[in-house]
């Protein structure tokens, strides 16, 4: 599985077209094979969590996919809705690595005899 975030900043006067695509994208990528989870993203400026702050031209998809599935991503009808209304486009692709680490960390801990509640300790989670 990989996760895909995409953010745009779209031109104003597709402000309403926008709110639009939040409502009915996430129906839409659902129906797209290999997705496992959908979040649509509004973002702002990153000064504050206040209303203020809000940016109404920032928005963003965050969806998580099989690899096998990743090359048609961009491919996809939602994805290239949101390319023809922004003048600036974003996107990360990101591979899972802290769940690998922390059970190759339990493992050498349970492996070397170090009881369960020293676990806890170093690892943070159970």
């Given at each position: ?40 993203l ?30 048609n ?8 809705c ?45």
């Amino acid at each position: 599985m990989i996760t895909a975030v995409y953010f745009w900043r779209i031109k104003t006067i597709f402000l309403p077209l926008a709110i639009i695509y939040m409502a009915i994208n996430k129906i839409q990528l659902k129906r797209f094979p290999g997705i496992s989870f959908i979040k649509m993203l509004g973002t702002g400026k990153g000064e504050s969590f206040t209303p203020r702050d809000a940016d109404p031209t920032r928005w963003g998809i965050l969806v998580t996919i099989d690899e096998n599935q990743i090359s048609n991503l961009d491919k996809i009808f939602v994805i290239k809705c949101w390319q023809k209304i922004c003048k600036k486009e974003y996107r990360v692709l990101l591979k899972p690595i802290s769940l690998k680490i922390k059970l190759v960390i339990l493992i050498n801990l349970l492996l070397l005899g170090v009881g369960k509640k020293s676990v806890k300790k170093s690892i943070g989670y159970f």
